[in-house]
Structure formats: structure tokens, C-alpha cells
T-cell receptor, first 115, second 117 residues
């Protein structure tokens, strides 16, 4: 089973709202990732968690706040977003034992629209 | 720094034609890993293949085949007898390990493949 699930599938929010994106995997993976993807562009890495610790923050604005409550769950808390933050947000997971050889498995994404 | 180039922005073919998607990469690492992902309109990135730098054997999986050429830093992907369901954006990516754990994928810009009847 190589399934990563994400909720919600679609989200519309105003610039003053607070919302959260959720990602879950049950593959025993210990690395989890958030990506942002704009239309007709490749995914851009935002955050990496390894063994529930934040490993990488790719200079993401503080209005995006990641959280990894346990090894299966990854959240992305959103607050005071801007219209330019509208994008597809993808979650991925991988084993964390082999460095660059590990395959990342992606979820279906959350399409976010900020009004 | 790692770099992946997919020079073909968009390719259109008629069903049953063969099509090759090009991928050229740059890295200073002697051991590295390359990936191909498919992204249909639904949005999910679907893993297709992983190839390491020390195995130059070409790989075939059904209608899909991959040609890895270390001498030209290329990892091209061919779909034989294309079908409408192959219509998607295809990304080539190069992986690097991260000190704190996990790995980072450097993606190419993607190739939009349209297969028409």
C-alpha cells in the first residue's frame, strides 16, 4: 500500500481565515513533506519532517505553519494567507533510511483558493 | 547545485504513436538517483520509476521504457503505443539526501503530453 491521503480536496478561504490541511500515511514512513505547486510549474518543496522533527524549512513565510503530531500525520496550518498563495498543496512521504534513494509517494493534493 | 532540464514543454501525439520524453540532468554527485513521476489532471504525482547512477541497464515496464545514458547525462522516457490515458504532465527529478533526514527532489519543468484519438 503506497497511499498518502490528504484532506480537504478543495479549500476556499478568505485572507483573514485560519484553516488547516491534513496529510496521513500508514506506510511506516518517517519522512514527510509539504510541497506547493502553482499551475504549469513543478512542485516546490516547503517543509521536510524527519522522525517528527522539522528537518527543512525552505524559507516559507510564517503564515504557513507545519506540524507533525505523530509519525503518520502531517498538518499545515494556514493563517492570513494572500491570494498568491492559491495553489495545489501536495504532501509526500518516504522511508528515512536511505537518503537520496528513497522514493517519495505523493497524496492527491489540496487545491487552495485564497480570496 | 543540481539541475534537471526537460526541454519539451508540450507534446501532442495521436493514439498508438510512440513518444519519447527527454530529461537531461546536472549533478556533481558520483552516486545519484533519478525519478520519473506522472501528474494527471487530478493532481496527484504518481511514481513511475527510480534509477540509480551505477546501473545503466535500460528498463521496460509494459508500454513504458527508460533509457539512462550516463555519458550524456540523460534519462529519457518512452511510451510505446500511446493511449489517451497517458495524457498528463510528466516530471523528471533528481534526488539528494538531506543532512537532517529525508531527501530533496529537484524537478524539471515538466512535459505536458496530450494523446488524441
Amino acid at each position: 500500500d503506497t497511499e498518502v491521503t490528504q484532506t480537504p480536496k478543495h479549500l476556499v478561504m478568505g485572507m483573514t481565515n485560519k484553516k488547516s490541511l491534513k496529510c496521513e500515511q500508514h506506510m511506516g514512513h518517517r519522512a514527510m513533506y509539504w510541497y506547493k505547486q502553482k499551475a504549469k510549474k513543478p512542485p516546490e518543496l516547503m517543509f521536510v519532517y524527519s522522525y517528527e522533527k522539522l528537518s527543512i524549512n525552505e524559507s516559507v513565510p510564517s503564515r504557513f505553519s507545519p506540524e507533525c503530531p505523530n509519525s503518520s500525520l502531517l498538518n499545515l496550518h494556514l493563517h492570513a494567507l494572500q491570494p498568491e498563495d492559491s495553489a495545489l498543496y501536495l504532501c509526500a512521504s518516504s522511508r528515512d533510511s536511505g537518503g537520496p534513494r528513497e522514493t517519495q509517494y505523493f497524496g492527491p493534493g489540496t487545491r487552495l483558493l485564497v480570496l | 547545485a543540481q539541475k534537471v532540464t526537460q526541454a519539451q514543454t508540450e507534446i501532442s501525439v495521436v493514439e498508438k504513436e510512440d513518444v519519447t520524453l527527454d530529461c537531461v540532468y546536472e549533478t556533481r554527485d558520483t552516486t545519484y538517483y533519478l525519478f520519473w513521476y506522472k501528474q494527471p489532471p487530478s493532481g496527484e504525482l504518481v511514481f513511475l520509476i527510480r534509477r540509480n547512477s551505477f546501473d545503466e541497464q535500460n528498463e521496460i515496464s509494459g508500454r513504458y521504457s527508460w533509457n539512462f545514458q550516463k555519458s550524456t547525462s540523460s534519462f529519457n522516457f518512452t511510451i510505446t503505443a500511446s493511449q489517451v490515458v497517458d495524457s498528463a504532465v510528466y516530471f523528471c527529478a533528481l534526488s539528494e539526501g538531506l543532512t537532517g533526514g529525508g531527501n530533496k527532489l529537484t524537478f524539471g519543468t515538466g512535459t505536458q503530453l496530450k494523446v488524441e484519438l
